[in-house]
């Protein structure tokens, strides 16, 4: 198998949305909201899934969610800045929709959460996508990768209260603190399934890129990230553990008995030290789990070429699991999404002498992932400096309108910002570009680390 150490990678980000309206209006649907929102890009497009001259994918996901797929990116500081710039594109409509909906005397205040469950139990995703060699096969790569998933909620989720819903897959737990807002909404560990069973892996074949080279790796596991050291921690250290498995590195054998009851029981036990049955027979807990883990990760990083991102990320990663082990959080309270969060809901409880059932709670709780600025909980905390940073505003004001310059997304987002410049019938996938008329003219883009081509080129001259 061969270890990319250049690896393409990209998040998808379903939102969830609701909007609230005075006095006796009738309220909206979430499918009125998702209409008014994505009218300015029906009116431009023609279409609700469109690519972005920032060479991302914007569209309008199945239970009216807008949903966000970052363009190709080569490193972890890249990709939190086209994430954080999907963000504020989806932001920007909902205030749009808002203005728009006013001018109809419907004064709406339309909320955007970046989580993963709504009120009612359902659940929407947080896709990771990572370009792996063909020869890989995903199968094997992905049960090697499911112990490792199953911990890294530790170290990435996002927190939230958890409240039994009847019916659902752990309603017997009763009402706690949990980690992860996804790890009771998985079925399987891997698997070609997306609706009927969700997966942790899902192995479907869609590379979006030369077949005979590369495969995809899909995760649909991981929670919605506001922390943007927690982006980088996701992401950085399920890169490192990749680069382990492809290079042959011996890590030790995680088989889980049971990845399904592993995931939800370490879910609820914010110490790490829940005991996990192996497949060989053996136990060990979620927390010496990671810690194998980070240290084969700071091991490989003496072996890999420098990376100042992945530096950071291992640095961070042994931080969060000192401060598990300790439970003293305070270097890690302003990075790592569950802990920020936690510590906001423990000033609640021990300010007003609440407990986790208390409805105010449940409120705060989902107004912390609403990111329009000046109104959802987390933007205030970062605009105080109770969060830190990874990348600038300035960064991710330019990965809005500007396409990555380093992979295949240059050459979609020149062609997209020529065509929208000259008006022009065009066709554009993740490896496609095509002039509709006068004449048909199509390239196919099968390498995702090329940022020049001379076809490109020859077919923005044609425009």
Not at 400 to 423: V, Y
Not at 439 to 449: I, K, N, S, Y
Request: proline share 5%; hydrophobic share 40%.
């Amino acid at each position: 198998m061969t270890a990319l150490t250049r690896r393409i990678k990209g998040i998808e980000t379903e939102y969830g949305i609701m909007a609230t309206l005075p006095g006796n209006i009738a309220p909206m649907t979430p499918d009125d909201v998702a209409r008014y929102m994505f009218r300015p890009i029906v009116e431009r497009y023609s279409s609700s899934n469109i690519f972005l001259p920032n060479a991302s994918r914007l569209y309008l996901d199945v239970g009216s969610h807008p949903e966000f797929a970052t363009a190709e990116c080569d490193s972890i500081s890249q990709l939190i800045a086209y994430e954080k710039a999907g963000d504020r594109i989806v932001s920007d409509l909902a205030i749009q929709a808002e203005e728009a909906l006013a001018a109809e005397g419907k004064p709406a205040q339309i909320y955007l959460f970046k989580n993963n469950v709504d009120s009612q139990g359902n659940s929407y995703g947080c896709h990771e996508n990572y370009l792996v060699s063909r020869t890989a096969v995903l199968k094997v790569l992905g049960r090697k990768l499911i112990p490792f998933l199953v911990t890294r909620q530790l170290i990435a989720g996002a927190g939230l209260i958890y409240r039994p819903f009847l019916g659902s897959a752990s309603s017997h737990f009763g009402t706690g603190w949990c980690v992860s807002q996804r790890a009771d909404h998985v079925w399987e560990g891997v698997s070609s399934a997306t609706t009927r069973s969700r997966p942790m892996i899902n192995t479907r074949d869609e590379p979006h890129a030369d077949s005979s080279l590369y495969r995809r790796l899909h995760v649909i596991v991981g929670d919605s990230n506001l922390a943007e050291p927690t982006i980088a921690l996701k992401i950085g250290a399920t890169e490192l553990v990749l680069e382990m498995i492809e290079a042959g590195v011996e890590l030790p054998d995680f088989g889980l008995a049971d990845d399904i009851a592993s995931i939800r029981q370490i879910a609820r036990d914010s110490t790490g030290s829940t005991v996990i049955e192996l497949k060989n027979g053996g136990t060990i807990t979620a927390l010496a789990m990671q810690r194998a883990y980070h240290e084969a990760a700071a091991a490989w990083l003496h072996e890999r070429e420098p990376n100042e991102d992945l530096n950071k990320v291992v640095d961070l990663w042994g931080r969060m699991l000192t401060a598990l082990e300790s439970q003293d959080f305070s270097q890690v309270d302003t990075e790592i999404d569950w802990v920020i969060k936690r510590k906001l809901i423990n000033r609640y409880l021990e300010k007003n002498s609440w407990d986790l059932d208390h409805p105010k709670l449940a409120q705060i709780d989902l107004m912390y992932h609403d990111i329009k600025p000046g109104r959802g909980i987390f933007p205030v905390l970062e605009a105080k400096g109770l969060v830190q940073r990874w990348v600038s505003d300035e960064v991710i004001e330019v990965a809005k309108d500007q396409a990555p310059q380093t992979t295949r997304a240059k050459l979609r987002g020149d062609f997209l910002s020529a065509a929208l410049e000259r008006e022009a019938s065009v066709t554009v996938d993740w490896m496609r570009l095509k002039i509709n008329q006068p004449e048909p003219h199509m390239v196919e883009l099968g390498d995702p680390f090329a940022s020049v081509d001379s076809r490109v080129e020859e077919l923005i001259e044609y425009l």
